[in-house]
């Protein structure tokens, strides 16, 4: 692996990172949903790719449960708080 690939296996990994943190982050934060759609978007890319290359049912499941994942994060940061009594 080259310095490209160690860039973008680090980046993936900091932005799949961020998107599972928000799943169980009670505040909201900005970095999260962003994180959360650029999971989403690049996980259901891999999904339509595995499967229209391979037929390969392990990886497509492998990336459509990074894409919940993903949409799961964005709707649970995007949501409003409830206001403090």
């Known amino acids: 692996m080259g310095g490209a690939g160690a860039i973008i296996f680090l980046t993936g990994f900091i932005v799949l990172g961020l998107s599972t943190w928000g799943l169980f982050n009670k505040g909201r934060s900005i970095l ?33 449960i990074a894409v919940v994942i993903g949409i799961v994060c964005v709707f649970r940061q995007a949501r409003p708080t409830k206001p403090a009594p």
């Open 32 to 64: 999260c949903v962003l994180a959360g759609i650029a999971v989403t978007l690049g996980a259901a890319m891999g999904a339509l790719y595995a499967w229209g290359e391979s037929r390969s049912i392990p990886w497509t499941v492998a990336y459509l």
